[in-house]
Structures are given as structure tokens and as C-alpha cells.
């Protein structure tokens, strides 16, 4: 079946420093990759998304590229801001086994500190 | 402004006791879907519903039930409770997208705890 792994958190990091979170996925088909984000308190927001093998994804600074060959979809930024504190969640949708279910992976939690 | 309505946001309930979480979107959203989130193993779908009267299962719906009268709201209704079901709890809307992207909008959520 779909699934999605994501790394382990939580990823500390000082302000400005460069963002990685790691995401592979399973898929049966050909999904759709998204990145959702939630903040303290708050239900996810879609952060970027791409549909197809080598679309990049952007979104508030952050990246993705949709590698296929790797099934990944790691998510970066190249200067990160204590307002970027929150976890962040790597998600798929495959029209093969039916959009309507968006499988995600744990959640990454980031911190960042001043 | 376009969103996603959950109520309650917080609701502390006892084993047995019958409850439910509303949702309502304001889109036209053909898609909606109940989630809930525990520590270390993300979102899981409990249910899901394609269109008016239109629902069915997702990965975890034992102990609840959804209906799908109106458009715009699938409420989540937990029969009687029991602790396990202490989680947060999301409902997000979608309509079809023809470029496959089916961008989720997602309510605030409802922290339910049952003792």
C-alpha cells in the first residue's frame, strides 16, 4: 500500500540556518506530493505541492522537487526564521488507489531559535 | 473568507456518553474527510465522503459514525466514547482538481478527551 516516511524529529536549528526534511514515499501509481505545515494550535495548511516527476514545488521560501527516480520529496529552505516553528507534515495522494484518502507521514517538528 | 468550521474546539466527555464534532465548509466542496492525529503516528483517516450520501470507510472508523445530508457538513459522531478515542481531530474539505494537485483545506481541529 501508499506510505510515506518522514525523519525523525524534532530538528533543532539556530535562525538562518539551512533546512532538510526528509521524505520518501510508496506509492502503487503516480501521486500527487504535498507538504502541509502546522503551527501551534492550528489544523494543517498546504505549504507546496507537485504533481509530477521533477516538478518543483514552492512555497515562503521552502522547496521540494518531486524525484522519482528516488521516490522523495524533501523538503528545504535556505534561511530558516523562528516564525518557521512548527511541524511539518509530507503527504501523497494517488489517483490509482483513490485521491480521495491523503496518506501522511509522522510529522516532522521543527524549532528554531533566535 | 474560505474555511473549514469545526466545533468544538476542546471537549472533555465520559466513556459512553454520545457526542458530536460538526463540520461545515463554505466551498462547495465535493470532498470531505474526518482525521485524527496521535503522537508518533501522524493523521489517519477515519472516513471520508465523496459527495451528498456518499461516504465511506477510511483506515480507522471503528467507534464512529459520519453522515452527509448537506453539502457543506459531515458531522463525526462517536457513539459511545471510550478513552481510546482521546485524540485531535481534523476535518478538511477538497474539491476535484484537474491538474491532480486536490489541495486539502483543513479545519482548526478538536482536542476530545474521554476519561
Known amino acids: 500500500g501508499n506510505s510515506v516516511t518522514q525523519m525523525e524529529g524534532p530538528v533543532t536549528l539556530s535562525e538562518e540556518a539551512f533546512l532538510t526534511i526528509n521524505c520518501t514515499y510508496t506509492?502503487?501509481?503516480?501521486?500527487?506530493l504535498f507538504w502541509y505545515v502546522q503551527y501551534p494550535g492550528e489544523g494543517l495548511q498546504l505549504l507546496l505541492k507537485?504533481?509530477?516527476?521533477?516538478d518543483k514545488g514552492s512555497n515562503k521560501g521552502f522547496e521540494a522537487t518531486y524525484r522519482k527516480e528516488t521516490t522523495s520529496f524533501h523538503l528545504e529552505k535556505g534561511s530558516v526564521q523562528v516564525s518557521d516553528s512548527a511541524v511539518y507534515f509530507c503527504?501523497?495522494?494517488?489517483?490509482?488507489?483513490?485521491?480521495?484518502?491523503?496518506?501522511f507521514g509522522t510529522g516532522t517538528r521543527l524549532l528554531v531559535s533566535p | 473568507e474560505a474555511q473549514v468550521t469545526q466545533n468544538p474546539r476542546y471537549l472533555i466527555t465520559v466513556t459512553g456518553k454520545k457526542l458530536t464534532v460538526t463540520c461545515s465548509q463554505n466551498?462547495?466542496?465535493?470532498?470531505m474527510s474526518w482525521y485524527r492525529q496521535d503522537p508518533g503516528l501522524g493523521l489517519r483517516q477515519i472516513y471520508y465522503?465523496?459527495?451528498?450520501?456518499?461516504?465511506d470507510k477510511g483506515d480507522v472508523p471503528e467507534g464512529y459514525k459520519v453522515s452527509r445530508k448537506e453539502k457543506r457538513n459531515f458531522p463525526l459522531i462517536l457513539e459511545s466514547p471510550s478513552p481510546n478515542q482521546t485524540s485531535l481531530y481534523f476535518c478538511?474539505?477538497?474539491?476535484?482538481?484537474?491538474?491532480?494537485?486536490?489541495?486539502?483545506?483543513f479545519g482548526s481541529g478538536t482536542r476530545l478527551t474521554v476519561v
Open positions: 478538511a474539505s477538497s474539491s476535484w482538481g484537474r491538474d491532480r494537485s486536490y489541495g486539502y483545506t
Open positions: 506509492a502503487t501509481g503516480y501521486p500527487s
Open positions: 507537485a504533481t509530477k516527476a521533477d
Open positions: 503527504a501523497l495522494s494517488d489517483p490509482n488507489t483513490g485521491f480521495q484518502k491523503l496518506v
Open positions: 466551498m462547495n466542496h465535493e470532498y
Open positions: 465522503s465523496m459527495n451528498v450520501e456518499v461516504t
